[in-house]
């Protein structure tokens, strides 16, 4: 390599205390201004590898090193993180703890300020980063009230102020709404171009789509070893290795997967105009738009919900208002008429802030309406005027954060509180916390401590938990967030699972692709009120009045889309589905 | 809704003063919160505060229950004391004979180790002046904190010579303390969806059933402490010398804020030793 930026040699590294390396014989150089992505499923390594390039391991978490690490010239081992900080700086997926000042533009002049440049030098950065990130206009804004999304742009922009060499991001949109993802992308996409940085962005696979559309290079990580490495659609072709990493793989690569035999192509489309690309030169054929037309009425429903649900009602909400005290007062659900049926799967989308969460917390009697003629009934529970003691052992919630939930000491603990809260005797709780435990395919960790546990065990132990109350209807708040792709679709199955067993499940979510596999309905919210209602396939086929709320359909619907004048419907919901269209077509012109 | 003791960037005459001014401004209020026990003092006292708190457009609404709380702890805590406040010589301005006018008796002058209790108007005056001590004391310290942004502090602190360890504490104190609480909030709303409730006659568990709350938070709290180090580290927090953002080119309204107030303190605190101006 001509001018590498970054040279790692040989790299092993154990957490104190820890009974293995959490990274093994890594070996790679990065180029200068090139973007890499380091991509694996949640404890391949990528953050600690991330976090050793600028000495924050083992300076602040110990543990043993071996190897070498040099970057931009420096030997990394023995210096203090601040004085590495000079060159290569990291922005964290949370963006809440990233952020150390009360107003943006102090935020951002708080890195620039510790370099000592001069008062003037640092405001003109503060300003240009502040520009270059959106966020004109919000230089005394508390960060406390800015969304996810402009947090974390507000976090980058201190990173983009001290004007480094080097940028590392760590899972940049993982806790982001779609609007902030784009925001936050388009921020990186528009780094690369200008600042001429190296970037390196560790992905856990939920946002590989959105990855790959600007990576140049990717590093494959699994069990603290870098498995492959190279240009994304040379890496993704070599599918065996990718699918025994389990790392996602973008829906246009899967379409691309099915459509040719294994192993032969060196390259595959990873990104979405690659993929329209690839199938045009596919679908060259003056027959291909009869024989897909022709297979439309052959279609079936991509929802995989087992059960139908009933026409017996599971919640009815009436004329639902929320105002938020403040100056000015937010009025954050407006008249929202809504009616679930028992047995339903339902997806509740929208951008942060359009009253997903305020609703869910209603239906569960967490808050209550701000308007007197409002009414929420679940089974047949007044849940405005019942005690929370009794909503809950009709329906119950999920957190995104499961450590907001847990505090006993084992599983087995955590699993027969909240049945024994609710009045059940020891036996019987015991009883139905082993029952949640074996839905999660935890019962085997009944005496494991629950302190230091990875967050798909903590996610996987909040949902027993909540199992063993035995909700009838069940609202899993982003229940795959932070996840990876094979944590997160156990979780999904197991949402599926008890929907199966005739339970109302709804879950609030980002994720288009989880939504329109999963879901049998989809409700959009959009500044507190219904936006869209309807099958996945209704919502996700109306690509405009979808735009207006800022969401964006899965990628294969977005790929139909785009090959409309092939005659792909609107609505392709999964990659099974197109590929059995393109497929079609194929078999016609053969 | 805002958070309470923190700082809002407000284009006020209080905001624009330098952060010496603000905190000879602030720390005489404090002075003389802690010095003047009179009623007939502190509540001018509390007014004008409370006109500066305004024009400095600090809301009030947060700290509504801070204050009641505050106040009625210290009530309860210093009643005690003005039970046995029955001595006409504690008080050396009021008027002897009105502070002994008993209200009510609670104990004979010949009990045990306590001597003569009773309910007195001075009894009363004493515990009034401790809310109004509390309240101006919490207000200062929300002004201050409220008018003056964490780069000022880092500023004084850092002209100051305070070791890094020092700085960075207040920092992370300062920038974090509101999402704790709002941490605890949702904690407390995650548990009561299992069934978690505090309500028991019952002190003991009472305080047993506070691990749900607690566990969490404190995991959280331990968690979130190593992403902050990591954050500030990142962005060479402790590199070395720092650039004072903050101004501290002194305009006449500072220098007449600053000499004023302190002129101002040194008389009242003249006063209070040498005529008991402010006692009771």
Redesign the interface.
């Given at each position: 390599m001509s001018n590498p930026e970054i040279i790692v040699r040989h790299l092993n590294f154990t957490y104190l205390r820890a009974p293995q390396p959490v990274l093994k014989d890594i070996h790679f150089e990065i180029e200068a201004g090139t973007v890499t992505a380091i991509v694996g499923q949640v404890g391949a390594g990528k953050s600690t590898l991330l976090k050793m390039l600028n000495g924050l391991i083992p300076s602040i978490i110990p543990g043993q090193v071996e190897g070498d690490i040099i970057v931009a010239g420096q030997e990394v081992r023995g210096k203090d993180p601040a004085f590495m900080a000079q060159f290569i700086n990291l922005v964290f997926d949370d963006p809440v703890l990233q952020i150390v000042q009360l107003t943006a533009e102090e935020d951002v002049a708080f890195g620039p300020a510790n370099l000592n440049l001069p008062r003037e030098e640092v405001w003109k950065r503060v300003f240009r980063a502040l520009e270059r990130v959106d966020l004109k206009g919000f230089e005394k804004r508390n960060p406390r009230s800015m969304s996810g999304g402009e947090q974390q742009l507000l976090a980058l922009a201190g990173i983009l102020a001290m004007r480094p060499r080097i940028i590392g991001l760590d899972e940049p949109i993982a806790m982001l709404d779609p609007l902030g993802k784009a925001r936050v992308l388009q921020a990186i996409r528009e780094m690369k171009e200008s600042q001429g940085a190296t970037i390196l962005i560790a992905e856990s696979g939920t946002d590989i789509e959105a990855i790959c559309e600007f990576a140049d290079h990717m590093i494959l990580m699994d069990k603290g070893r870098i498995l492959d490495r190279g240009k994304p659609g040379e890496l993704f072709a070599r599918r065996q290795i990718v699918q025994e990493s389990k790392l996602k793989v973008p829906q246009v690569t899967r379409v691309a997967w099915n459509l040719t035999p294994s192993s032969v192509s060196p390259e595959v489309p990873v990104t979405l105009e690659g993929g329209r690309r690839w199938l045009s030169s596919l679908l060259e054929s003056a027959k291909s738009k009869s024989a897909i037309q022709a297979s439309l009425s052959a279609r079936e429903t991509p929802v995989i919900s087992a059960v139908r649900p009933k026409e017996e009602p599971a919640i009815e909400i009436k004329n639902l208002h929320h105002v938020f005290p403040g100056d000015p007062p937010v009025h954050a659900l407006k008249g929202i008429n809504l009616t679930f049926s028992k047995g339903d799967f339902v997806a509740l989308l929208g951008q942060n802030g359009s009253g997903k969460t305020t609703l869910a917390f209603h239906l569960v009697g967490a808050e209550k309406p701000t308007n007197k003629d409002a009414s929420i009934m679940v089974n047949g529970v007044d849940v405005r005027k019942s005690p929370l003691s009794q909503v809950v052992r009709q329906i119950n919630y999920l957190f995104q954060n499961p450590a907001n939930q847990l505090f006993c000491q084992t599983f087995g603990q955590e699993v027969t509180f909240g049945p024994q809260a609710l009045g059940s005797s020891p036996a019987e709780a015991m009883e139905r916390g082993r029952e949640a435990l074996r839905k999660v395919g935890l019962e085997h960790l009944w005496d494991y401590y629950t302190l230091s546990v990875a967050k798909s065990l903590e996610t996987l132990l909040s949902l027993a938990s909540v199992l063993a109350m035995n909700p009838q209807v069940l609202i899993a708040d982003e229940p795959t967030g932070g996840l990876d792709y094979a944590t997160g679709e156990k979780v999904m199955e197991i949402l599926l699972d008890l929907n199966r067993q005739g339970r109302t499940v709804i879950v609030i979510t980002h994720d288009m692709e989880l939504a329109a596999k999963y879901c049998r309905r989809v409700v959009v919210l959009r500044r507190g009120e219904v936006w869209m209602d309807g099958t996945p396939k209704e919502v996700f086929g109306q690509p405009e009045r979808l735009s207006q709320t800022r969401l964006s359909p899965p990628q294969v619907t977005l790929l139909a889309q785009s090959l409309a004048s092939y005659g792909f419907p609107q609505d392709v919901m999964s990659t099974e589905e197109f590929v059995s269209l393109a497929q079609s077509s194929q078999q016609t012109r053969s | 809704?805002a958070?309470p003791f923190?700082?809002?960037?407000h284009n006020t005459a209080v905001h624009r003063l330098t952060p010496l001014s603000k905190l000879v401004l602030f720390g005489a209020f404090l002075i003389m919160a802690g010095v003047y026990l009179d009623p007939r003092l502190k509540i001018p006292m509390l007014v004008i505060l409370w006109i500066l708190l305004a024009l400095a457009k600090m809301?009030f609404r947060p700290y509504r229950g801070i204050l009641v709380i505050a106040s009625i702890a210290v009530m309860v805590g210093q009643s005690y004391t003005a039970v046995l406040m029955v001595n006409p010589d504690y008080f050396k301005v009021y008027d002897r004979d009105w502070v002994s006018i008993v209200i009510l008796e609670l104990l004979p002058p010949d009990f045990p180790i306590f001597g003569r209790a009773a309910i007195t108007y001075g009894a009363i005056l004493y515990l009034i002046s401790f809310p109004l001590q509390v309240i101006p004391v919490i207000l200062t310290v929300a002004g201050l904190l409220h008018t003056t942004?964490?780069?000022e502090i880092v500023s004084v602190l850092s002209r100051l010579r305070m070791p890094f360890p020092v700085i960075f504490m207040t920092?992370?104190a300062?920038?974090f303390v509101?999402?704790i609480v709002e941490?605890l909030r949702?904690?407390q709303?995650?548990?009561?969806?299992?069934?978690?409730?505090m309500e028991t006659r019952n002190p003991i568990k009472k305080i047993t059933r506070l691990?749900?709350?607690?566990?969490?938070i404190t995991?959280?709290v331990i968690?979130?402490v190593?992403?902050?180090?990591?954050?500030?580290?990142?962005?060479?927090?402790?590199?070395?010398?720092?650039?004072?953002?903050a101004s501290f080119e002194m305009k006449t309204v500072d220098y007449i804020v600053t000499i004023g107030i302190s002129v101002l303190t040194v008389v009242g605190l003249y006063a209070a030793f040498a005529w008991d101006f402010g006692s009771l």
């Open positions: - | 809704m958070a923190q700082y809002e960037f809301p942004s964490l780069s920092t992370v300062l920038r509101p999402e941490k949702l904690i709303r995650a548990q009561s969806l299992r069934g978690w409730t691990k749900p709350i607690l566990v969490p995991r959280s968690r979130s190593d992403v902050i180090s990591m954050s500030s580290k990142n962005r060479a927090f402790g590199l070395g010398p720092v650039t004072v953002m």
